[in-house]
């Protein structure tokens, strides 16, 4: 979709989060970023009635998420959390063990950012970098049965000088998904490499 619909598609919200680099590997406001995003539609009359899945790109990140959601001490939350329907309850799950399951609506978590103090972004996202990476990057696309939010750190173009597959799939699914907001068909600086 080159548009955003309620409750359809995908949508993009950037915040001002900083990655940890060199210690924990988390990234603070961008988890508590999507922990708002859990409860706004968690408390909303429609929204609360499609299930929830949310991805991070690594497995610290996916920690930190989870802690975040249980100690918000929210019952709306808590009732996802603890929902006993193995294929309705709210999960977060790293990258690499998202394969096999499906939410109506997917939370995408980027955790990365530049480092502290600017310059370029490091281009190293674990799995996403290595050989196989845009399989992973596709597997967790595509399990949101109806829609994809988006929560990142950073701006695509940030990445454009990105080499490995799974990147730059990663790159163009961003630009994608911040021109879905804006109404726009995206338009990207970097050659697809499938030719399109």
Do not use: W
């Not at 708002?36 to 991070?56: D, F, N, Q």
């Not at 999960?91 to 394969?99: C, H, I, P, T």
């Not at 997917?106 to 480092?115: N, P, Q």
């Not at 994809?148 to 695509?156: D, G, H, L, N, Y």
Request: with cysteine; charged share 25%.
């Amino acid at each position: 979709p080159f548009s955003s619909v309620p409750g359809c598609g995908i949508s993009y919200i950037r915040v001002n989060g900083q990655f940890d680099h060199g210690g924990k590997r988390t990234n603070d406001i961008e988890a508590d970023a999507i922990v708002a995003e859990v409860k706004r539609r968690a408390h909303h009359p429609v929204l609360r009635k499609s299930s929830i899945g949310i991805v991070t790109l690594n497995n610290e990140q996916r920690m930190l998420v989870e802690s975040k959601l249980i100690s918000a001490n929210d019952p709306a939350i808590s009732a996802l959390l603890d929902n006993e329907n193995d294929q309705e309850n709210l999960f977060v799950l790293n990258l690499e063990s998202v394969q096999g399951c499906e939410r109506d609506v997917i939370i995408l978590g980027t955790s990365f950012s530049k480092r502290l103090g600017g310059g370029t972004m490091p281009l190293n996202f674990g799995p996403l970098t290595s050989a196989g990476g845009e399989r992973r990057l596709n597997v967790a696309i595509t399990r949101g049965r109806r829609e994809v939010v988006v929560i990142s750190s950073f701006e695509p173009e940030e990445m454009a000088g990105a080499k490995s597959l799974g990147m730059v799939h990663l790159y163009e699914y961003l630009l994608m998904a911040r021109a879905a907001n804006e109404g726009v068909r995206p338009e990207s600086n970097v050659p697809s490499p499938l030719g399109d």
